[in-house]
């Protein structure tokens, strides 16, 4: 096992950042400008983007009082394995880019720790190969793989024998992504793999493209159908998962086709723009699976996108989700600061669980339910943008210190 490898381009003091949306605020200003437009662009006027957070914000809870709350539990189980919390790191291509010492590796570090044991989802594009990273780590079965399927199905075919051999313990294949949103911000700055030597470790050499989300596309293959996915779920050897899933007949149908669950997901707002914010979905899904007996031991409902808070995970599981995925905070956590920020973002997550179900009287994942919902607002997309940070403002000013 390697030595932990920090990195820390931030002047701000970790003890300084409050919540997740501050990695962001402190990435704005710190990152290289190159990496902050690709690691912070989302597509067209970026709606899907906005409205993914603005939507866990039309949710309210129905507090319960007078229940005994000095004990909270976070543990529960995604995939059939029990987890000690209900959240995942979710895939980003090229952690390399914002730190290039440590990549997915210290991501995976943080993962690994006993305290944390949280599931990280690893790219396909991933900066580091996939055997480093799951040699960084005792427990390679925390690690999921993301597979971008590729015009060459003998090469997917091999991608998915390697992460399977390397001990990787699930599949994601990334299904809304045919080809790469209109990412402007990224746009403006080429790609060339001969200028960083973090592009992703599955791309040949010297390529150059426009934005780095172009490069990456060349190597996804718009043909991808449902009959691929019933020969994933058929040969993989892996539990199977589709990410990106906006509809309720989709999700339905990769039931029937034996996945184990889904990820409903717009990319955060990276693909099409105006596809309906995920915890949308959610809410009209669920009932139809519990109408056809499908449970969560058969299969689970994941949602990530804009979750950013506490009370957005508790939210996503009042509503039926198995676990949720959160992905920009953690890459910026960990551009900035390393391993050191990943856990540092994990312990504010957890400390807002934990004061959160207290405040909501109940003291166990599985207790959470709808009924701690008001739901009446979920709907109405007419809400204000929600702070303290989305793309548009440039007046706000992160609590931070510099
Ligand atoms: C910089 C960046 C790179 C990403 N790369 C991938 C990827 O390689 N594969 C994938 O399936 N999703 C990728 N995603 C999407 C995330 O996994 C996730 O679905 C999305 O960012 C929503 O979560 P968030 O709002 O917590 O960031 C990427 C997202 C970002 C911001």
């Known amino acids: ?92 291509a090229l952690c390399g880019l914002g730190n290039p010492a440590g990549a997915e590796c210290s991501i995976a570090r943080a993962c690994a720790q006993p305290q944390w044991r949280v599931p990280q989802m690893v790219s396909t594009f991933s900066s580091d190969p996939l055997a480093k990273i799951a040699a960084a780590v005792e427990t390679p079965q925390l690690l999921w793989f993301q597979l971008y399927v590729g015009g060459d199905r003998t090469a997917t075919a091999e991608l998915v024998a390697q992460a399977r051999a390397l001990g990787l313990s699930a599949l994601f294949v990334t299904v809304d992504a045919a080809q790469p949103g209109n990412r402007e911000r990224d746009l403006r700055f080429k790609f060339s793999n001969a200028d960083t030597s973090k592009g992703p470790s599955v791309m040949a050499a010297g390529q150059t493209a426009q934005g780095t989300s172009g490069a990456l596309s060349k190597l996804i293959d718009p043909a991808l159908s449902w009959d691929d996915i019933r020969a994933l779920v058929r040969d993989s050897g892996l539990p199977v998962i589709l990410k990106g899933v906006q509809r309720v007949d989709d999700a339905l149908r990769a039931a029937e086709l034996g996945c184990r669950g889904v990820v409903l997901s717009n990319h955060g707002g990276r693909q099409l723009d105006f596809s309906v914010p995920p915890v949308e979905v959610l809410a009209d899904l669920v009932p139809e699976l519990r109408k056809r007996g499908i449970t969560k031991e058969q299969f689970d409902v994941f949602v990530d996108g804009g979750i950013r808070r506490g009370t957005d995970v508790l939210k996503a599981l009042c509503l039926g989700a198995s676990g949720v995925g959160i992905a920009s905070p953690f890459l910026y956590a960990n551009s900035l600061y390393g391993q050191e920020g990943v856990e540092h973002a994990f312990d504010l997550l957890v400390k807002e669980l934990v004061l959160s179900m207290r405040l909501l009287g109940v003291t166990r994942i599985e207790d959470l339910n709808e009924d701690l919902l008001d739901l009446r607002g979920l709907y109405d997309r007419g809400m204000p943008p929600r702070g303290p940070f989305h793309h548009h403002d440039t007046t706000f000013e992160t609590n931070a210190r510099y």
């Open 1 to 92: 096992m390697t030595a932990p490898t920090t990195t820390t381009v931030a002047s701000a003091p970790l003890s300084s950042v409050f919540n997740l949306h501050e990695f962001e605020v402190i990435a704005s200003k710190a990152l290289p400008e190159k990496v902050y437009a690709y690691y912070a662009c989302s597509a067209d006027d970026e709606v899907s983007y906005r409205q993914n957070h603005h939507s866990w914000a039309r949710v309210f809870f129905r507090p319960k009082v007078l229940v005994d709350v000095s004990e909270i539990d976070l543990r529960t189980q995604m995939l059939g394995q029990q987890c000690r919390l209900p959240f995942y790191v979710s895939a980003t």
